[in-house]
């Protein structure tokens, strides 16, 4: 599976990105930087976390008008895949590929902890290797992380089965305790009509091996590698 990583100024999961991708398919992914504006032809497309141009004026805003996100959208609506993982999830809602917003935490406080997530949906690139209502737990380190839509939005996101994951407890209960930024929904990650662009807050590149503390995010990238075969 050919990939790409897209790195903006201050993004800091890159690397993390690189090495889950080229563990688990053997092909090391091309790192592509912001201000390119092409990409090379490849299969898959990862925006990383991180606080990509220091959140300057909003979370996302400004990467959302990088160079090479004009190319990221042309293969988007092509078809290829595409993942934004914290901050690359603002990224995407940024650059109109995904709907709603990411604001402040509820809390007003940074969040860095593991939390619980059920997989809504099992029948996506993103989740194949995964369960319907599968409780997994994945690391969330952010400050933004609080998704909003307006109700209109939110009905179309729950009616046409975009929501992929949620926050829950360890038992799979969708609970207020349970949701570390006041996300509408309890959302933690969706997907666009078509299928093919996912946006998520939680790290599943930090947990594909036991010597990182868990393999549940293995499966996200397996998921992928199984689609795209």
């Not at 599976?1 to 790195?7: D, E, F, G, H």
């Not at 091309?30 to 497309?45: M, R």
């Not at 400004?62 to 990224?91: D, H, L, W």
């Amino acid at each position: 599976m050919k990939s790409a990583v897209i790195t903006f100024p201050a993004s800091n999961c890159d690397r993390d990105m690189i090495v889950a991708l080229e563990k688990i398919t053997g092909q090391r992914p091309v790192s592509v930087w912001h201000g390119n504006a092409e990409l090379p032809d490849v299969d898959f497309i990862a925006l990383p976390g991180g606080f990509s141009f220091g959140d300057y004026l909003r979370a996302g805003a400004m990467a959302a008008r990088s160079p090479i996100m004009a190319e990221v959208i042309k293969r988007a609506e092509a078809g290829v895949p595409v993942v934004g993982i914290c901050n690359g999830f603002q990224v995407l809602t940024e650059a109109g590929l995904l709907p709603g917003a990411l604001m402040r935490n509820a809390g007003l406080q940074f969040v860095c902890r593991d939390v619980h997530l059920r997989v809504e949906r099992a029948d996506t690139s993103f989740t194949n290797k995964y369960s319907r209502g599968q409780v997994i737990r994945i690391p969330v380190a952010h400050h933004d992380g609080n998704y909003f839509a307006d109700g209109e939005t939110m009905s179309r996101l729950e009616g046409d089965g975009q929501v992929l994951f949620r926050y829950c407890d360890s038992k799979g209960a969708i609970t207020p305790e349970a949701n570390p930024n006041g996300s509408r929904g309890n959302i933690a990650g969706i997907i666009n009509k078509r299928g093919n662009v996912l946006g998520m807050m939680p790290h599943p590149e930090r947990l594909i091996e036991p010597a990182l503390g868990g393999t549940d995010g293995r499966n996200f990238f397996e998921s992928i590698l199984n689609a795209l075969n």
